[in-house]
């Protein structure tokens, strides 16, 4: 049906719509530059939904796909024009480097791309190495036939055909087609899913909601007083285990790159892969957190940072730091100087990374230690090792501990073990199985190894240095290292041992360390990085009085929680002690997925439509505080 109208019998011309140079001998019709270039892109729409993983509407999105595509190609064609093969062949390498950069980026984020993140671009720059290590052949394959296509088209150079009047109702023909089709989805209500996954009308719709600036809208118009005296009553300090416990003591922050909860006490071909982390959880000063999640927006590490700060859902437009850097907040570090504080963040890039050089005043730091506060020659994985930062970072704390008396706060972020967790062959200590050698898993052990030696030993020199004994130690992981939608995932079940999902891959470790106390406990209670905040103001025996936290103190929380992601799992999903609850990507909700996390079996996704709602809602909230600026008039 597809190709039906070009090869219609009146059609076919008397001279063809291509010559072989200025060679008058007749090229077959099916060999013209309509036809050739709607096959080609006919061929890898149906390999690029496969790629992004279509499960629904797949034979529609792929004839709306080509017929939009003939469409355009007809339309092209449609008057004599000598730059018509160039217009096609710009046309055809567009849409083709488009499917690359969404194949790509749904490799990743288990999501299609907006345009916004054109924006972040710069930032991608200094990640190329993370960044290439998601060029795959199944996905660069959508333009290796480029070069060969440019061959074709300046060889077969346009001539008009004969039939002018068919030329010009080709648009039309195909473009009644594709509304009839269209309509008839619409009818069916299938239209939305199609347009959620098929590349054309899915950035049509981006480009369009973007320039409207409804991209990220929300039901919440304003906060009800029943919201704010709830999310009051979550922020206020109430007696229970670890309060106070480190009131007037420094507290250390450490935000660990990539660290998941996997590897904590697991033995690996007889190895401990984490032997410092495993000795400090198992300290008798330590409360170890093991059902502790990841909670991210557009931009991972900056997103972790910023969540874990101030208890608020990040933005799903563009990075938080960047799209309310000058926004008013009332976070942990203005916390901490309320009751006493001198609060600095150390990160060994570059300053403006992420626009943090920006947005950590506003955030509450007092002073900003980054790549040009630190000497070092080695560049291992993206920036400073982590020897070298932890050596010198040292040293800073050392100047803040005597700056004046008050007790400091160090929110501290690691590098090393940031993907592609290439190490040099003298840090790849572990034995590693053949079958984990030369991919990512085997990669990542390596990596993570490295820096569980570096921060072990940091806790050791401080120690050394009488930084150690008055101070609360919290360390945490900023995001996962193995996305679901690696090859290596498949792997992965033979070191969990069962189906690697995202209630694993977003499963990071918190471990609070409080130095004297006889606090050991594993704590099991559901929570992610939106509890930090809460959680770290109980120990440190701050009473918030002033913020809003959608987050809850989980070491005294006994009821239910929840946890509702935005990336990689879309919004509207949610994970909760039992259950994880994935929204369809093609928007329809009974096409949705939920299993039991004990079992792994499957579940009936209906009954869980009130609770993807709610999640739904608090989000919405949060984005109102966002949107607002809502601490700025209070």
């Not at 930032?123 to 190495?129: A, H, I, N, R």
């Not at 054309?200 to 039901?219: F, P, Q, R, W």
Request: with cysteine; hydrophobic share 40%; net charge negative.
């Amino acid at each position: 049906m597809l190709f039906v109208i070009p090869v219609w019998r009146g059609w076919v011309p008397s001279q063809p719509e291509c010559f072989v140079g200025n060679d008058p001998r007749v090229v077959p019709y099916l060999g013209g530059c309509i036809m050739l270039l709607s096959i080609l892109l006919t061929i890898k729409f149906i390999w690029f939904t496969n790629l992004i993983n279509v499960e629904y509407n797949r034979i529609p999105i792929i004839i709306i796909s080509t017929l939009i595509s003939m469409f355009i190609l007809a339309l092209i064609y449609r008057k004599d024009d000598k730059a018509k093969n160039h217009k096609a062949l710009t046309f055809y390498i567009i849409i083709s480097t488009i499917m690359l950069v969404d194949a790509i980026y749904y490799s990743h984020y288990n999501s299609l791309p907006n345009i916004l993140v054109i924006k972040q671009l710069s930032q991608l720059t200094v990640v190329k190495d993370s960044i290439g290590v998601l060029f795959k052949l199944r996905s660069v394959v959508l333009v290796l036939d480029i070069p060969f296509v440019i061959y074709y088209m300046k060889k077969h150079q346009y001539r008009p055909i004969i039939n002018p009047r068919l030329r010009g109702a080709t648009p039309t023909i195909v473009g009644i087609l594709l509304f009839i089709i269209i309509m008839s989805l619409n009818t069916k209500g299938e239209l939305s899913s199609v347009k959620a996954q098929e590349v054309y009308t899915y950035h049509a719709a981006d480009i369009v909601e973007t320039i409207l600036g409804n991209k990220e809208s929300i039901e919440v118009e304003y906060l009800t007083q029943n919201d704010i005296k709830e999310l009051k009553t979550r922020a206020r300090l109430k007696e229970g285990k670890l309060t106070g416990l480190g009131k007037d003591k420094d507290i250390i922050v450490l935000q660990v790159e990539a660290l998941q909860n996997f590897v904590i006490n697991l033995k690996y071909n007889g190895q401990e892969i984490t032997p410092n982390l495993n000795r400090l959880i198992n300290d008798k000063s330590s409360v170890y957190y093991n059902n502790y999640f990841q909670l991210l927006g557009k931009g991972n590490t900056a997103d972790a940072e910023f969540v874990s700060q101030n208890s608020l859902y990040p933005s799903m437009i563009e990075p938080t730091y960047i799209e309310y850097q000058d926004n008013t907040f009332y976070g942990l570090p203005w916390l901490l100087r309320d009751n006493g504080y001198t609060a600095w963040a150390f990160h060994g890039y570059k300053k403006e990374f992420w626009n943090r050089d920006k947005a950590y005043e506003n955030q509450g730091f007092q002073r900003f230690i980054s790549e040009e506060d630190y000497e070092f020659e080695e560049i291992l994985g993206f920036g400073i090792r982590d020897e070298d930062f932890f050596d010198q970072t040292i040293e800073y704390l050392k100047q803040l501990d005597n700056a004046n008396e008050n007790p400091y706060y160090a929110f501290i972020i690691t590098l090393s073990s940031h993907t592609p967790f290439k190490m040099p062959e003298e840090y790849n200590v572990l034995n590693i199985k053949e079958e984990h050698q030369d991919n990512m898993i085997g990669d990542y052990l390596q990596s993570i190894h490295y820096a569980d030696k570096e921060i072990g030993r940091f806790i050791d020199n401080l120690k050394r240095e009488g930084l150690y004994q008055d101070t609360v130690i919290a360390l945490y992981g900023d995001h996962f290292a193995i996305s679901t939608t690696y090859d290596e995932a498949a792997l992965m079940k033979d070191i969990i041992g069962v189906e690697y999902d995202f209630d694993y891959m977003k499963n990071i470790p918190l471990v609070i360390h409080i130095p004297g106390e006889d606090i050991k406990e594993t704590i099991s209670t559901l929570g992610s990085q939106l509890d930090f905040y809460p959680t770290i103001a109980n120990v440190m025996g701050c009473d918030n009085t002033k913020g809003l936290v959608f987050g809850r103190d989980i070491t005294n929380y006994y009821r239910k929680n929840i946890i509702a992601p935005q990336t990689y799992m879309l919004k509207g999903s949610f994970i909760d002690e039992d259950i994880l609850f994935e929204i369809s990507r093609d928007g329809i909700f009974e096409n949705s997925r939920a299993i039991n996390r004990h079992t792994r079996e499957k579940l009936d996704v209906e009954q869980f439509r009130q609770i993807s709602e709610q999640m739904i809602k608090e989000i919405d909230k949060s984005n109102y505080i966002l949107k607002t600026d809502y601490f700025k008039t209070k």
